[in-house]
């Protein structure tokens, strides 16, 4: 399924670009949500929030691990250093979320997980140290 609704937004109050998605996340639309959502936040110096709370993950356990690997989108060395912050629904969804944490952490991209913890995600994602 390709059906993904997307909002990308720069909000300055909270130095962060925010991402709301909802309906299915593949491999092919997610390369989109990354591209621009990094683009505007090396633009501004700040972090990703990207609120999936509304999300249905569709992608196999080797797209997960293909995707920081593969895609040039995070291999890029200034992306790869932006912090984003997945904030996900409680669910069936979690343990593949867990695993696409571990692996694109393995390659230097710096995101993690936050299920249904938005406070926490926020504050990690304006914190400027890894």
């Not at 909002?7 to 990354?34: M, R, W």
């Not at 356990?61 to 790869?80: G, H, M, Q």
């Amino acid at each position: 399924m390709d059906d993904l609704t997307c909002t990308i937004a720069v909000d300055d109050e909270q130095q962060l670009i925010l991402v709301k998605a909802s309906g299915h996340l593949n491999g092919k639309n997610a390369e989109k949500t990354a591209l621009r959502s990094r683009e505007l936040a090396l633009q501004h110096g700040y972090g990703v929030l990207l609120d999936y709370l509304d999300l249905r993950l569709d992608a196999s356990i080797i797209e997960l691990y293909e995707f920081p690997r593969s895609n040039p989108i995070v291999t890029d060395k200034a992306r790869k250093g932006v912090r984003v912050a997945v904030l996900i629904a409680r669910g069936e969804d979690v343990d593949n979320w867990r695993f696409y944490e571990a692996t694109s952490r393995n390659m230097g991209v710096n995101v993690k997980v936050f299920i249904e913890d938005e406070a926490t995600a926020r504050v990690w994602v304006a914190c400027r140290t890894n």
